[in-house]
């Protein structure tokens, strides 16, 4: 059950914003024009206001990725999402913050948790849960990954896999105790 993925930095074309330039209004204006307000922040540095596509950077994040590169007027910040916000009905990303970070610096983040085949179980009737999708861990940026992919089909029912069974890229741990159930298909009820 080995992470597949490494975590890559998603690169983004990006705009600057001036720091004069926040607000409501100036936001509303982005997004009213495809855009949308990244901040980057943090490693001792002066805060970097950006705006990017936000069809694109809402893509990259559905498709798992948490670190960032954006790339403007020839100079470059990478940041690690710290918090995402979302419209009314959770459909788009409207404004991010990114946590200024290097391959080398140690961070908590997450692994999104991928699943493979149909567990034997749910044929004598059981039902699959999947507990955690996304996986706390901790490591160097450069050995995170942004999944784990785990073949289930080989779980009965009343079986788990558990935080001790996923193997972690060398470097990279999880907070979660070892017995904590990751993936279950719970037995048939009543019947």
Request: charged residues 25%.
């Amino acid at each position: 059950m080995k992470g597949d993925e490494t975590m890559d930095k998603y690169v983004l074309e990006g705009q600057s914003r001036e720091a004069s330039n926040q607000g409501t209004r100036a936001a509303r204006k982005l997004r009213s024009d495809g855009q949308m307000p990244v901040n980057v922040y943090g490693a001792g540095k002066p805060n970097q206001f950006f705006s990017v596509k936000a069809t694109e950077f809402f893509g990259a994040l559905e498709g798992s990725h948490r670190l960032f590169e954006i790339t403007c007027n020839g100079q470059t910040e990478m940041g690690l999402v710290k918090e995402v916000q979302y419209d009314t009905f959770g459909d788009h990303a409207i404004h991010a913050d990114l946590n200024r970070v290097s391959m080398d610096d140690v961070v908590d983040s997450t692994m999104h948790i991928k699943t493979l085949g149909v567990p034997k179980g749910l044929s004598t009737g059981g039902t699959l849960d999947v507990a955690y999708h996304h996986m706390p861990v901790r490591g160097k940026v450069s050995a995170l990954k942004d999944s784990v992919v785990i073949n289930i089909e080989n779980l009965a029912s009343d079986e788990s896999i558990r935080a001790r069974d996923i193997d972690l890229p060398a470097g990279v741990e999880t907070p979660l105790p070892e017995g904590t159930p990751i993936i279950i298909v719970h037995g048939r009820r009543g019947g």
